[in-house]
């Protein structure tokens, strides 16, 4: 069995993991960066440095805990987009520079499919065909796999992403950030139809996502009540804008799984951690025979063992990069 050292540097965490090729996790450490607590969201340059400072010496732990040393890596494997260029770029360097010191293959890999491999770390005998729901900070995205290697993306965001409109909202609220899972504690208990917000791209043969009009709706709720009335439906208003944000998520996904005749649904991603949208994601597929799977809540953040587990497959089928490869931040079905 082979050892795959994986990074991941894409947005605000460092993370280093260390596999096996059987998914099995030795280590998987994740820094997060407070730093950026004081600006109400992430600082692309100040994400950058943080990595630089913190990967060199995470590497050394990672091998540590995983009782293991670099002479026994097979393949070193990295994100390299999408994302914020500069953090990319400092993890893809080090991995660059470990790959051609120790003389293994540099395996690349697409952030937002790591999300859906993710899935493989904890279910490791799952098999395509299946459809993926990415929803993170970044991505809204459906994705058709028809095997590990064959994949289109099916529906996509027109313009925010369904974290983002939780992140927006929570700040607008004065609740912190990241929103989401403060918003997903919030709303337990609350009543979801408190507030009435709009269900933006209803008809049934579109599978796009629209999170704009959204995000403008909870702005103009939430400006045009008092700070106390906002304290006092705290829950009911997060409820209101939780369940906002997953309905087309749950609907769509399920309409598409049907249309294309998958039996299997698999999400990924920061939001994929949402409790509400996988209790109800579960119950809705289930009417349909759809089982649905998700990463467990550590694996849904970003992190370098997801990265890993995207390269499995390459690894095993020797796609390896050319050591001339750059990150890229563009977004995209090409990329994937
Ligand atoms: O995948 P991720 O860690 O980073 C990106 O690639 O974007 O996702 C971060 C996003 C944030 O928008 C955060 O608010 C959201 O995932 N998130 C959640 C929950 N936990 C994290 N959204 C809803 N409910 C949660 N429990
Ligand atoms: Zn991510």
């Keep these: 069995m082979s050892l795959i050292l994986s990074f991941e540097s894409s947005c605000d965490d460092t993370s280093v993991a260390i596999l096996n090729t059987d998914y099995e996790v030795l280590v998987n450490l994740i820094s997060s960066q407070p730093e950026h607590l004081d600006f109400g969201g992430v600082l692309p340059e100040l994400a950058s440095r943080l990595h630089m400072k913190n990967i060199m010496h995470m590497t050394q732990i990672a091998l540590q805990k995983a009782n293991t ?11 390299i987009n999408p ?20 003389q293994r293959p540099l395996i690349t890999v697409n952030h937002l499919l790591s999300h859906i491999f993710a899935n493989y ?32 993306i099916v529906g996509k965001t027109l313009d925010d992403a369904a974290g983002e409109t939780f992140d927006k909202a929570a700040k607008l609220l004065g609740l912190g950030f990241p929103g989401g899972p403060i918003i997903d504690e919030l709303a337990s208990g609350g009543d979801a139809g408190f507030v009435k917000l709009p269900n933006p791209l209803p008809q049934k043969d579109n599978y796009n996502f629209s999170y704009s ?20 439906h705290e829950s009911d208003i997060a409820a209101s804008i939780q369940a906002a944000i997953i309905r087309p998520l749950i609907s769509k996904t399920i309409r598409k799984a049907r249309e294309l005749h998958h039996r299997q649904i698999l999400i990924a991603g920061g939001v994929a951690a949402n409790s509400a949208l996988r209790v109800e994601l579960l119950q809705q597929a289930a009417k349909y025979d759809i089982k649905v799977f998700f990463p467990s809540l550590k694996l849904c953040m970003d992190n370098a063992a997801m990265v890993a587990a995207a390269a499995i497959p390459k690894f095993k089928a020797g796609l390896f990069a050319d050591l001339s490869v750059n990150a890229n931040s563009i977004k995209g079905t090409k990329l994937l």
């Design 69 to 79: 040393s670099l002479s026994e890596i097979d393949a070193i494997a990295v994100s």
């Design 121 to 152: 770390i904890d279910h490791p005998d799952l098999k395509p065909p299946f459809l993926a729901l990415v929803v993170s900070g970044g991505h809204t995205e459906l994705v058709d796999f028809k095997s590990a290697t064959d994949f289109e």
């Design 213 to 232: 009009g959204l995000k403008t709706a909870i702005r103009t709720y939430i400006i045009s009540q008092s700070p106390e009335y906002l304290q006092e």
């Design 83 to 102: 994302g914020l260029i500069g953090s990319l770029i400092v993890g893809l360097a080090f991995a660059k520079a470990l790959a051609w010191s120790l």
